[in-house]
């Protein structure tokens, strides 16, 4: 039996899987791109040795990254999803109807022609009329718009190597000058059980910038740590409320998850205060 | 480096650990029983190749074991705890000023003996006054008593070997007949992610005997699929309902919490019609 064994340098536990078959392995300017088989998961994108989609759970993860802002916010018109090159991130936010333009920023176009291929069913909304693919540096892209934004979603590998630059105070302040007054931004900020020092930094950098900030969470079996979490930057508007449903039908997400996932209050804070005592 | 790469026959992902000492390695009646250092989680406590407790997070589950029960009944003064021989469980029990008598039924007296050796915080209330420990199967011990139980709480293994009797109609029914009208019962109930047929099938056989049944989940980082359910049986209370507040401190169980752990109305019907989607 063939094993894939995880590369990642933060995660205490080391994950493998079993390998059925190995579909494609080939080596981009940016980074290693893997797709293999697995039993249970079905087919899953490796970049660099670290699993970013299952098919069988990629919803998970999609669902809870774009779902959250956009019900949250009253009327997503534009929006920047930077990362997230398999496409899944944008199939999610296109379901919404009130979105008109999607500028899709991914670094490496290997990964979009990768999902393409291999996962139709998850790059599904890439060639949408409302999408607009620009392969470049994201943090370049945001630094370009002034103003009207709606959303800016971030869908990158883990805050490791070139997918840093977006996790710094220089680029969070680039994403509020791009955002209208009721913009909203989110990230992946890694797991409360293994990365916690990240989550608290990202929450920190991200409140020297924005007015509104909040912490999230979603139970993801292939994520090292699965208690994962996104961080939300926002102008004005509280995240946990929401203002809008999209008529959209989802697996994972709902309101009453909406409502649920935010950390408690208590618990924010002591996280905040390095109290956590644990 | 020495690494443990742990025994599941159901996790879809293998789980390995770093090991930086081996502590204690023996075999009692019924198990292999282990004892590792790990740098991130501390001591881990090892039962047939698969990881029970660590050092650093066992207070994930065994808070979200008892509190939840703990705190939906009025006044819980007589409980039975069934396995968890680390005594992790009885522990949090015992926090309760409520609680006069715990009968801690316990099949493999070495755990307990290995557990007060090795994790003498986690063992901490086996010797208190109020605890009456038999090492014999719980099955059987719940068959003797009548209607005089507040609570029942099952820290068994996973559900396999000699575990099974702790998961079946006539095991339930026992532990029915046990509890007083306010009285409920908790057991785990393995991941939603890898052990979803296994999570229905015990929500399934426990509407076959308790009035009211429920689920809700917490996220546990050595647990395979880390998703992870437990069951509850009640004779009427609503468990979602907090009826007394013990006055503790608690790490990760909080009212809050409590109000967010179980599975949302509309996704545990989708569950249990097997309609989830995934």
Redo the contacts between chains.
């Keep these: 039996m063939i094993?894939f064994y995880e590369k990642d340098p933060y995660a205490?536990?080391?994950?493998?899987?079993?390998v059925t078959r190995i579909l494609y392995r080939g080596r981009s300017r940016f980074q290693e791109i893997e797709v293999v088989e697995?039993?249970?998961?079905g087919r899953m994108l490796i970049l660099d040795g670290v699993v970013q989609i299952t098919q069988?759970?990629e919803?998970f993860y999609h669902e809870m990254l774009t779902h959250v802002v956009m019900s949250a916010h009253p009327d997503p018109k534009k929006v920047i999803v930077i990362g997230g090159g398999d496409g899944g991130t944008v199939r999610e936010v296109l379901r919404h109807r009130s979105v008109e333009k999607v500028y899709f920023i991914e670094i490496d176009e290997e990964v979009i022609n990768v999902s393409k291929k291999f996962f139709p069913s998850v790059a599904s909304g890439i060639g949408d009329k409302r999408v607009e693919i620009k392969c470049m540096d994201g943090a370049e892209f945001v630094r370009g718009r002034k103003h009207d934004i709606d959303l800016v979603i971030v869908d990158s590998t883990d805050i490791v190597g070139f997918a840093k630059s977006l996790f710094t105070k220089k680029f969070f302040t680039s994403i509020k000058n791009s955002l209208t007054p009721n913009g909203m931004f989110v990230t992946l900020s890694e797991s409360?059980?293994?990365h916690r020092d990240i989550v608290v930094e990202v929450q920190k950098t991200l409140k020297s910038v924005f007015p509104v900030v909040d912490l999230y969470?979603a139970?993801l079996?292939?994520y090292a740590?699965?208690?994962w979490t996104f961080s939300v930057g926002s102008m004005q508007l509280d995240p946990r409320e929401i203002r809008r449903r999209g008529g959209i039908r989802t697996?994972?997400y709902?309101p009453?998850?909406h409502?649920?996932c935010f950390l408690?209050?208590?618990?924010y804070d002591r996280l905040l205060d390095g109290k956590?005592?644990?």
């Design positions: 094993r205490p536990i080391q994950y493998s899987y079993e697995n039993p249970f998961f069988k759970d919803f409360l059980h293994f969470t139970p079996a292939t740590g699965n208690w697996k994972y709902s009453d998850i409502r649920c408690p209050g208590e618990m956590l005592g644990w």
